[in-house]
Structure formats: C-alpha cells, structure tokens
C-alpha cells in the first residue's frame, strides 16, 4: 500500500490517475455506478443484500442529525434511541420500495440525472457546475459519485413508487363533512381521579426499610467500570502548517493538467443519441439487425430519431427522451459505439452497430468544442490548494503507514507516537458506554471492547473514524464496578418503595371499583372510594392530553348518550399508574358550515394526503408480507464476526 502511495504521488502515477479521472470531467456521471461493501449481510430482501457497514453508516447519519439539532443529547440515550435493529427496519422496506418499482419498470436514465445534479448550488462554483466542487462535497461526506449518483437514482425511483400511491388518491365533499362533524367535535365528561403520585406521598418508608432494601438488591446500585483512555490522533488539518507550496510548484501543475487536457480525448465531447434493439428471447442478432434496418428506413422516410427511439428502442433510459445519452467521451461507451461515434457528422445516423448489449443506431446531435485550459492566474489558487492537500495526505499517509506497524511493535502509545511526532493524550475518567469526542465513535467503542485492548492491555489497531482521520487507543486505567454508597442512593430506594406501596393500594382500589362499577355504582360512591372529589370538564378535544391521554381516548370511544343523560360509567388505569373513574355528559358534532371553494379545494387535499400516506402503509404492509426478506439481526452486534 507505501508503495503504491508513492508511486500515485510520483509523475507517471500523475498521468495514470489524470488518465482515470479526466473522462468524468466531459461526462462527470455516466460511470459513476458501480461498488460494493464486503460487510457481513444482515438481511437478504428480494435477492438483494444489506450489509451491516450499510446499517451502520445510516445509524451514524441518523444519529449525527439528532447531534446537530440537540447537540446537548446525553450519547447514552442517543445510542439507545437510534438503534441499529430499528434503521434495518426502515432499510428493508426501502428496498422493498425500490424492488417493487424496479419491477414495475420505473427507472432513471442518467440524462435525467444529469440537469437535476448541475443545478445544485452546492455542486457550483461562479453560478456553474464544478466537477471539482461536485467531488469534493462528497468526500467531505464520506461518499463517493459512485453511491452519491446510485443513491439518487434509486430515491427518485422510490419516491416515483409512492408518489403512484401517495398522490393519486382523492377524497369526496360528503367524506370531508363527515371527517368535519367527527373531527371537531367536543365532549363533555364527569371524572374521578386517583392520582398515584399524590398516594405515594401518604406512605412512609423506615430507614431500616430502605437499608434491607439496599442490602437485598446490591446488584441494582452498582456504579460502572470506569477508565482512562490514551489514545494518538492523525489528522489531514494536523499537517496543513507543515507542507509549502512555491510558485514554480504550482507553474509546474499548471502545465501538467494544461497537457493532460490537451492530449486527452475526452476534451472533445460528443452529445449522443440511440437506438438499442436488444437480442434476446424469441429475437436472435440477425432478427435484431432486422428491426434496426427497420427504424432506420422509418428514419430516412421522415420519421424524427426521437420519434423512432420511442417506438423501436428497447433502453428504458433513453427511449423515452429520443434515445438520449448525453455528453460522453472516450471509455463511456462500448468500444463497439465509440468507434462508429467517432467516424460520425453530426445529424447522421450510423449504420445498424452490434455491442454486447445489442444492435444501436447512433446519432450524434452535437459535438463539444474543444475547451481550453484557464490562464495561470485564474487557476492558482486552486492549484496551490490542492497540491496542499495532496502533499498534506502524502504525510499523512507515510505517518500512517509507520504508526500502524508501531502500535504492534511496542506495548505503550508514546513510542509510537513520538515516531510520529503526535501526542498521547489522555481523558477523564469515563464508562465505555459514554466516551467523549473524538473517541464518541462506535469503531472505538467496539475497540476498546476486544479482548487483545480491554482483557491483554495491548494497542488497538489504527482506526479511520473519519475519511482523513485515525485514532490508536488503549486503556490506560480501570476502577471496576463498585456499590455505590447507601447516602447516594437512599432517595431513590425510598421513593421506589413508596411507588411500589401506592401501586400495590391503586391495584386494590381498582379491583374494589370494578367491583362497584358491576353493581351499578355511581360516579359518586367511586369518588368516595377513591377519598377525592367529582370533577368536571368540558370541550375536551380528540387528542387532547388533560385530564389525561387515556382518558380522553376512552372519552371518544364512548357511544353517544341519549339527549339530557350521561354514559354509563367507565374506568382506565393512566400510563402514570392512576386511575381514573369517569363518565360522558355532552357530545357536540363539530361545524360542518359549508367551506368557500378555495377553503374545500384546500381541505380536500389535505384529506386526500392523508388518506394517500395511509393507503401507502398498507401496501409497505403488504410488500412486508409478501416478499422475499430474510432477517439476521444477530449479525448487527459487532462482535458477531467472533462468535461465527
């Protein structure tokens, strides 16, 4: 790997990389889909693969969202809240979405890719696409276009499937009204409430209680292993105040990519169109060959080639856009197709052309002028910035390479890190579930978890947490589990006891009211039952959340009692643990006044959304029930590589 980094660096490793990477300049798309992760697979859905780097890459962006909007978050309850089991979820029936529209024939061609991606303000520089920009943005991101552009076509598509749902259903006036009458409708109720917090307040609890408690469930007031962790960090920013550039450096550059653009072919860029008549099935080459003579004689009898692509092609990219590809250049098309696109005028249409994918006719509707290479002055500044990268990364990298082979050469991190003129620094004293920045990093965590860092005290490998950044750990100290003091802890315990007693009175109570409630008691005797007093409360609303969630659900779920008399009486247990005893008095229908025009097109439409994302739902539910998906959830704990 030193080898080939200096052999990158070097002038005729120069050349091969510009060779690599000017063809995406004319066309910065079309060979962008391709990768793969060597991640175990964690779920197998429609034949097709999720990988556990997959779900743990979106668990890492979902969570680092929820950091940038709550950025005061316990990580604790981060980890706990954004689980890995729970973003498979959410992966599998996204691949569920894209199969099914796959298999519906919905696609993507990257000309429509193209405009959409320009027209980003992020990818531009000066009010134009920068493929520089586009790239850099990127791998800021820790993506390459390769993911980026296969990301995006299959979000499109995806958002193409639900939208055949989503955005197609329709609701009736008659139904508004009564969603109108139901919706906004108010009640009246009579309760009685038993409030669990106000009864754990009448109870007493000893200290001799609280101490046989303590004593009893050790096991409960533990504080937890606690550490020090050293660790060495290598960063690109670390060596920006190390690497000069001079300006013969960058005059030299300069002339570099001046003479790479000059002799490559992909500085003449053709628009081009096709044809494809696929061989396959019932339809040989010869029967193939056959048809493309066909759209051509259509062609030369007036019929336009975009007419043609939509009624012979059999690319679903591009039949539908007059057989359009785009701006390719040299190695972005079969070599089949290259040769023929080069011999061609513009407007001409070629001869029948046989590739592996099938029979083509070819147009090329324009060809790019020849693009020149900026002055000096203009291109300067960029130039000298990304020869300080590259120089930045090429150190980087050299320290890399050394500290990775120091870390198992020695049994402590400042050797190591002297070699490398870093530092080893080291933190307070915390619990692994909760480590601080830079070390807040799952890679880490499970590091530190491995028997050769926790159990043998050896240095982790080097770790690249972010692109262009690595971490070596090792555990510099440990304080083991311990009890915590009963002084610490006697408040809780005494409060836990008091809750345990009032739940244990609510659960008598409750038996006892139903009881009453069978024999027809009255709101009244309940209320008497429950040592409070009758209250009241109109216009409760649906959702509402007083007197209580729970009850207000109850509320509505009461049919309507006759004009002038109240509903029988009912009973819930609040998720709090009280109870509440309560019966409805009033229903008043909400306003069903007739809307204006614009006020029910409104409404309507927000119906219709709603009644689209549940009609959606249900088909999720039904491509759940129906596909192909096998789970293996076991393989999402990090060390599952160890126990296989």
């Known amino acids: 790997m030193q080898e080939f980094r200096r052999f990158i660096r070097g002038p005729v490793g120069k050349l091969l990389l510009a060779a690599i990477v000017i063809p995406f300049v004319a066309v910065p798309f079309l060979d962008y889909f391709s990768g793969s992760s060597s991640a175990d697979t964690v779920a197998e859905v429609e034949g097709n693969s999720i990988t556990r780097g997959a779900v743990n890459q979106r668990v890492e962006r979902v969570r680092d969202m929820l950091r940038q909007q709550s950025p005061n978050m316990n990580p604790a309850m981060l980890d706990s809240f954004v689980r890995p089991e729970m973003v498979l979820d959410g992966l599998v029936n996204e691949q569920l979405i894209l199969s099914a529209a796959e298999n519906a024939g919905m696609v993507y061609s990257i000309s429509q890719l193209n405009p959409m991606i320009q027209s980003q303000p992020l990818f531009q520089e000066d009010g134009k696409f920068s493929n520089d920009r586009f790239e850099r943005e990127l791998r800021a991101r820790g993506m390459t276009p390769q993911s980026y552009l296969r990301g995006l076509r299959q979000d499109l598509i995806k958002e193409q499937y639900r939208s055949g749902f989503m955005a197609t259903d329709f609701a009736l006036p008659a139904e508004l009204e009564e969603q109108r009458r139901l919706g906004e409708q108010v009640r009246d109720i009579r309760y009685a409430q038993l409030d669990l917090n106000e009864l754990r307040n009448s109870f007493t609890v000893t200290d001799e209680e609280v101490r046989s408690f303590y004593n009893d469930n050790q096991d409960e007031f533990m504080r937890p292993e606690e550490f020090r962790i050293a660790y060495v960090e290598l960063a690109t920013a670390d060596y920006a105040d190390k690497v000069t550039v001079s300006d013969e450096d960058v005059a030299a550059e300069y002339q570099v990519r001046k003479s790479i653009m000059e002799d490559s072919t992909a500085n003449t860029a053709r628009h081009v169109s096709h044809i494809l008549i696929e061989v396959g099935g019932d339809r040989d080459l010869n029967a193939a060959k056959q048809r493309a003579t066909e759209a051509a004689s259509a062609i ?345």
Do not use: C
């Open 300 to 644: 030369a009898a007036g019929m336009s080639f975009a007419d043609a692509a939509a009624e012979y092609s059999d690319d679903p990219g591009s039949a539908n856009s007059g057989g359009d590809l785009g701006v390719v250049s040299k190695g972005a098309l079969p070599e089949e197709m290259e040769t023929a696109i080069a011999s061609l005028e513009p407007n001409v249409v070629s001869e029948p052309v046989v590739s592996d994918a099938g029979v083509h006719l070819i147009k090329v509707t324009d060809v790019a002028e020849k693009r020149d290479m900026p002055p000096l002055e203009q291109m300067a500044g960029q130039i000298r910035a990304d020869l300080k990268q590259a120089r930045a990364e090429a150190m980087l990298a050299d320290d890399v390479a050394a500290l990775e082979e120091l870390l198992y050469e020695h049994g402590d991190l400042q050797t190591p890190a002297e070699e490398v003129n870093a530092q080893v620094q080291t933190t307070d004293w915390v619990p692994l579930s909760s480590l601080p920045a830079p070390l807040a990093n799952p890679q880490v965590q499970q590091a530190l978890s491995t028997d050769e860092v926790r159990r043998d005290g050896h240095n982790s490998e080097l770790i690249e947490v972010n692109p262009g950044q690595y971490l070596a750990v090792r555990i510099a100290e440990e304080k083991p589990a311990e009890p915590l003091p009963l002084e610490e802890v006697t408040f809780v315990i005494r409060e836990r006891l008091k809750g345990d007693m009032a739940a244990d009175k609510v659960q008598s109570l409750f038996a006892e009211a139903e009881a009453k409630i069978a024999e027809g008691a009255d709101l009244e005797a309940l209320a008497d039952l429950f040592d409070t007093e009758v209250e009241e409360q109109d216009g409760l609303q649906r959702g509402g959340a007083e007197p209580s969630m729970e009850v207000v659900n109850g509320v509505f779920a009461l049919p309507r009692p006759a004009e002038g008399e109240s509903s029988a009486v009912a009973m819930i247990r609040t998720g709090n643990g009280s109870l509440v005893a309560y019966q409805l008095t009033r229903v008043e229908d909400g306003n069903v006044e007739a809307l204006s025009a614009a006020q029910q097109m409104a409404a309507l439409g927000e119906l219709s959304n709603v009644e689209g994302q549940r009609n959606f739902r249900q088909v999720l539910a039904m491509l759940r029930e129906e596909g192909d998906v096998e789970l293996f959830p076991s393989r999402l704990s990090p060390n599952a590589d160890d126990a296989q």
